[in-house]
DNA sequence: GCTCCGTCATACCACCGGTATGTGACGGGG
DNA sequence: CCCCGTCACATACCGGTGGTATGACGGAGC
């Protein structure tokens, strides 16, 4: 039988990671005090140095957060048995909605590579969102849909691509216009892989 | 005729700057403290805070330092009057490599944006490396050699794809082919909008 | 020579991340 | 059913950091 210990702690953790995940994106990491995390939470410092080692470790925790329901988004949008090309238009499409998620764009673009420190943001980020575009474009070129490019890089240049892309929809004055102007440019990008894989 | 007190002023403020550039790009703006950075530049807090109204002043200081350096090689690498295509590709090639330089991609591409908040950050690259890579992208547009895309959101997505390819670069194992797998895949995101707009 | 202002040094404060230690509740063994 | 060890926290505290208030020093101008 499950221990009612075990119910009252696991509570107590998630309700740390939740504050922690609603300031970090509305105040950034640095605006962001222990204090107020355990406040939110209702708890104390001393609950938070006995779940986590610190607070960037408390930060992880909210990254995970994030990118793992990113990822049931994201999977569920490329998924299906229909051809790689419209699966992966399916996926930009996603993707630059996910973009718009002030805790994705905030924890895991902006403050994640700084926080954690590049290269180990980017040893995560091969876990979750970064991973399924390199494996969506690995797709493309196995089908024959795009030219035969480096798969690492031309996957990390199409990351960027569409988080740029993501952040110019969110700092536009028009968003609605922004969004369709990116999907756009971006289905042209890949189009003209696509034309010269085709010549 | 000048006067030596004006002498010193200019360069107490340049020690400050040049010695906060340092530090942040080693050990970044949180693992920068002031202290450090006055004992660098061998003066005291009450200097510091004569000339810059803070920490954050200060970050931007060197952020513009780094910044004009960067338009300067820039914007020779684009000059000249040949054909707006080669003067674009010669553009990519020295991005890259400016991307490569630890200044410009700590405090710039990573850092900027998480100090200085997005929209500042956004605001600045307007007047710098940014607008640089806007103008070459109009200029192609201009020049019938790429096709007709919305210039704000496929610069911004160039821009993007830029720097993510910079980061590639410098997290890679092995920079030198990198750096040859970036320019051989934006060069081809960038034909295949050629053939595009030729087709 | 006296005053004023720009330029910095010194001393200090509030706050934050992190630690050391205390304590009460839960659950298993007798 | 009670007792006690341990887990899950709370409390109190520390060093360091960004920022401020104040004063000293020295050159410029009258």
Same sequence: chains 1, 2.
Wanted: charged share 25%; with cysteine; proline share 3%.
């Amino acid at each position: 039988m499950r221990s009612r210990r075990v119910d009252y702690t696991e509570s107590t953790r998630a309700a740390l990671v939740d504050s922690a995940l609603e300031l970090f994106t509305r105040r950034g990491y640095a605006g962001t005090s222990l204090d107020a995390i355990v406040t939110g939470a209702r708890v104390t410092k001393g609950a938070l140095y006995h779940h986590f080692s610190g607070k960037q470790a408390l930060f992880e925790a909210a990254f995970d957060l994030v990118e793992t329901a990113a990822l049931d988004r994201l999977t569920a949008a490329v998924a299906g048995d229909g051809p790689a090309w419209e699966r992966a238009l399916a996926g930009v499409e996603a993707y630059v909605g996910l973009c718009l998620e002030p805790s994705y764009q905030r924890i895991v673009i902006h403050e994640g590579p700084v926080v954690m420190g590049w290269e180990r943001w980017r040893q995560a980020e091969e876990r979750f969102s970064y991973g399924l575009v390199r494996s969506t474009v690995a797709a493309l070129i196995e089908a024959g849909e795009i030219e035969r490019l480096p798969l690492e890089v031309t996957a990390r240049i199409l990351f960027g691509a569409l988080s740029a892309g993501a952040e110019a929809i969110a700092g536009s004055a028009d968003p609605k216009a922004a969004a369709a102007d990116v999907t756009k440019t971006i289905v042209a990008v890949l189009t003209g892989m696509r034309r010269a894989a085709a010549g």
